[in-house]
T-cell receptor, first 113, second 115 residues
Framework: EDKVVQSPLSLVVHEGDTVTLNCSYEVTNFRSLLWYKQEKKAPTFLFMLTSSGIEKKSGRLSSILDKKELSSILNITATQTGDSAIYLCAVEANTGTASKLTFGTGTRLQVTL | DTGVSQNPRHKITKRGQNVTFRCDPISEHNRLYWYRQTLGQGPEFLTYFQNEAQLEKSRLLSDRFSAERPKGSFSTLEIQRTEQGDSAMYLC?????????????FGPGTRLTVL
């Protein structure tokens, strides 16, 4: 059974801190890893990673995939209160004619003043 | 707004009733996914369509659940004889896949409460 594990489960930091969120996976026929940000509504897409070692960046957020270690990290620098959310990691597996996305339970990040 | 839309946004029903949710994907997206998310958990995959064909169903999708995408555009998810355990947020996502990885865009969800 495909599995995605995220750590830590929750995190409280002060505004301006840098945080690193972790995602590890066990998936048959890995295709891609995705990061989402979820506030009070549906998840919004952050990054899709398919190749090891290539960092993707969007403003203060960046992410990288390590296929050897079956893991990914999401970094947020100079955190702001607006970064408070649940960060979800999901892994896409190719199952032949279809693909399936398996989610982790998320890391709840709270940024305080 | 050209994103994924879902209706209704909220549904309260009594145990044993049937409910139906609708999802309108981003125009021309060929894949449509249904997920269920309960409090404190990540979304759980339920089922997935490529155009009008339902290609995969999770074992979470019991025989009380049925999903359709008759014309390859909007989709409906029906739950028959609802149970309290069905209370959750039901999320729909769509994507356009043409050989490469699948980037899914989510709708706002339908929150179901079964009394």
């Amino acid at each position: 059974e495909d599995k995605v594990v995220q750590s830590p489960l929750s995190l409280v930091v002060h505004e301006g801190d840098t945080v690193t969120l972790n995602c590890s996976y066990e998936v048959t026929n890995f295709r891609s890893l995705l990061w989402y940000k979820q506030e009070k509504k549906a998840p919004t897409f952050l990054f899709m990673l398919t190749s090891s070692g290539i960092e993707k960046k969007s403003g203060r957020l960046s992410s990288i995939l390590d296929k050897k270690e079956l893991s990914s990290i999401l970094n947020i620098t100079a955190t702001q209160t607006g970064d408070s959310a649940i960060y979800l990691c999901a892994v896409e597996a190719n199952t032949g004619t279809a693909s399936k996305l398996t989610f982790g339970t998320g890391t709840r990040l709270q940024v305080t003043l | 707004d050209t994103g994924v839309s879902q209706n209704p946004r909220h549904k309260i029903t009594k145990r044993g009733q049937n409910v139906t949710f609708r999802c309108d994907p981003i125009s021309e997206h060929n894949r449509l996914y249904w997920y269920r998310q309960t409090l404190g958990q990540g979304p759980e995959f339920l089922t997935y369509f490529q155009n009008e064909a339902q290609l995969e169903k999770s074992r979470l999708l019991s025989d009380r659940f049925s999903a359709e995408r008759p014309k390859g555009s909007f989709s409906t998810l029906e739950i028959q004889r609802t149970e309290q355990g069905d209370s959750a947020m039901y999320l729909c996502a769509s994507s356009l896949v043409a050989g490469g990885p699948d980037e899914q865009f989510f709708g706002p969800g339908t929150r179901l409460t079964v009394l």
